[in-house]
């Protein structure tokens, strides 16, 4: 895949990757070498100037916003670094909107959504107001969002990039519990330590993936 | 393939959460167009509310009364009626009822001490026991003339006459001197709007006017009622009726001419308001539009998450022109809400049945609607075209 940006800049220059089912994989890098823009486009939040992205047995290039959002909506769960986690709704009502556009009843939503709140620890904070949790506390209900919709595949750019080490490790283990499930995980991290826990590190630089180092 | 979707009521939840989070800045975009809509309603309430009122006047009054009065000849002299023009406006087409009053030349005092230039303006006519009946004019006290009572000297006071005699209660015995000899007091009329002249008159009967006044008995005005459905038709041949003779030097007039005449100025008085009242509509419009595409530059990262989250283009300009909706839509229904009562405190301020328009109303929320979606269709496809990764990136 090739992704060049107006400017023009090419991000990526040939770029050829495939990641099996129950895979989990690291993505690591220098800052600008691409990263990030690689894990758009697996995520199918952008579409590659030229190449093919084949999601799930799914051309992507064929498919419409529509389909595309569906697919996001179904089969993709996103963790962020920045955890993008709505400040004027409780933790309960972030996580039930993981599945807000899978036309789910509400009800449903919200159960799910305790439920699995409940799983990565914050079963008592589920009326709590994303102001009034700490930063392990917000990153778990990003990736409870994520997971509410039992996606095939979750991607996380940076997930504990922005916490410290004992809720950097909390959050590494939930994902490594999370691939025991059998799903599929991609991460970027700068993280040794979270990089080594994967099946598989690609390390990519200036827009290409180069050799692993063993 | 399983296809992303988002529910009406979910995506009315998702609109009004985003009013909901920033209450403060809904409040005050929402503003203008309460107060534009606020201004019409009550324009619109207000004048329909005055013009029910003049309405149920005219209807208890009706347009049916016709008066005849002498005109003036060639030379520009004043004529008078012929004698028999009351019997012979009678026999006239479509006539029902008639009732003629004869103005009597002699002053009006309290008592025989009062000096004789303290009349008050009150003129004393000779009147027909049934002139309320054809006025619609109220007994304020006592009674009427009669057919027994004109015979002799006695007097009905209309109200302006009486309250500038002094009488606000009739005792028995009250008694004023009309032209020199006291006449006893029957009645007190109520204000009569058809005929205000009536109300600084001292009425007598026609017989007593003859005896004491030597009137001949010709009457200076004759009111008629007609037959609702043939007002005009009737108008026409009263002149002829009443004075064959002289048709040209008979005036004949409709006294419910001039609140019909109120009622239309009212009805064609508002387009000045309603128009203040649009543009003050436009501006809360713009307004809306405003906030609306501050909130998508500062809700990008939001817009981002949603598309990841599964949203659709469509879901995202659903959800921001839903907004915009939710915003116009609590204008209107506030300011229908504030105009409706201003409108009903002051039709109750000024003793007037409230009529809160309703198709003004309809027409209100009808726009405002028309406006959110239209101030939500430029940000709303702002956020739509914002790519996932733009929207997310910082």
């Known amino acids: 895949m090739h992704k060049i940006y107006p400017g023009p800049v090419e991000v990526l220059h040939g770029i050829d990757l495939t990641v099996e089912r129950d895979e989990q994989v690291a993505i690591v890098g220098p800052s600008g070498s691409g990263k990030s823009t690689l894990l758009n486009l697996i995520g199918i939040l952008d579409r590659p100037t030229s190449g093919t992205l084949v999601l799930d047995g799914h051309d992507t290039a064929a498919l419409s916003d529509g389909r595309l959002a569906g697919l996001r909506a179904a089969t993709i769960g996103f963790v962020f670094q920045q955890f993008f986690l709505l400040d004027y709704r409780t933790a309960l009502d972030n996580v039930a909107d993981g599945l807000l556009y899978t036309a789910t009843p509400l009800r449903e939503r919200r159960r799910r959504a305790a439920e699995v709140l409940d799983r990565v620890g914050l079963g008592d904070r589920l009326r709590h107001r994303p102001g009034q949790l700490s930063g392990g506390e917000r990153q778990r209900v990003a990736i409870a969002r994520a997971l509410v919709g039992r996606p095939a595949l979750v991607l996380a750019d940076e997930p504990t990039g922005s916490l410290d080490t004992a809720n950097g490790t909390a959050i590494l283990k939930l994902l490594s519990e999370l691939h025991d499930e059998g799903t599929t995980l991609v991460v970027i991290t700068h993280d040794p330590t979270v990089a080594g826990a994967m099946d598989r590190e690609i390390h990519i630089r200036d827009g290409r993936i180069h050799p692993e180092p063993t | ?394």
């Not at chain 2, 009147?127 to 007097?155: E, H, M």
């Open chain 2, 1 to 394: 393939m399983s296809r992303s979707s988002l529910t009406p009521a979910d995506l009315v939840r998702v609109s009004l959460l985003g009013i909901g989070a920033r209450k403060l800045r809904a409040t005050l975009s929402v503003l203008g167009i309460a107060i534009g809509i606020a201004a019409i309603v009550c324009v619109l309430g207000i004048s329909e509310s005055s013009a029910a009122g003049l309405e149920r006047q005219l209807d208890r009054l009706g347009t049916n009364l016709l008066s005849v009065q002498p005109g003036q000849n060639l030379t520009g002299d004043q004529t008078t009626l012929p004698l028999p023009a009351e019997q012979t406006l009678t026999n006239a087409p479509y006539v029902q009822q008639v009732s003629g009053i004869a103005t009597v030349s002699g002053t009006v005092l309290r008592n025989k001490h009062v000096g004789s230039n303290f009349t008050g303006g009150i003129s004393i006519k000779a009147a027909r026991p049934n002139l309320p009946a054809i006025l619609r004019g109220q007994i304020a006290q006592g009674t009427f003339l009669n057919a027994a009572t004109s015979n002799y000297p006695v007097t009905v006071l209309g109200a302006v006459a009486a309250q500038r005699l002094g009488i606000t209660t009739l005792r028995p015995g009250t008694a004023v001197w009309l032209g020199g000899k006291a006449f006893t007091v029957a009645g007190v009329l109520a204000p009569i709007q058809l005929s205000p002249d009536i109300d600084r008159s001292a009425l007598i009967g026609f017989a007593e006017a003859k005896q004491a006044f030597h009137i001949d008995g010709s009457a200076s005005t004759v009111y008629l009622r007609t037959d609702p459905q043939h007002v005009a038709a009737a108008a026409d041949s009263l002149a002829a009726a009443a004075s064959p003779a002289h048709p040209d030097q008979v005036s004949v007039s409709q006294p419910s001419a001039a609140l019909s005449a109120q009622l239309a100025a009212k009805k064609t008085f508002n387009s000045l308001f309603l128009g203040l009242g649009t543009v003050a509509v436009l501006v809360g419009a713009i307004g809306i539009a405003n906030v609306m595409v501050i909130s998508v530059l500062e809700r990008r990262s939001e817009i981002g998450l949603r598309r990841a989250l599964g949203a659709t283009r469509r879901h995202i300009a659903g959800q921001f022109i839903g907004e915009s909706l939710a915003l116009a839509l609590l204008g209107g229904l506030a300011g229908s809400a504030i105009g409706s009562l201003v409108t009903a405190g002051y039709a109750e301020y000024k003793h007037w049945h409230t009529v809160i328009p309703a198709t003004g109303l309809g027409l209100g929320i009808g726009a405002t609607l028309a406006i959110g979606a239209l101030a939500g269709l430029y940000p709303a496809t702002r956020a739509a075209r914002l790519s996932p990764t733009q929207a997310l990136a910082r």
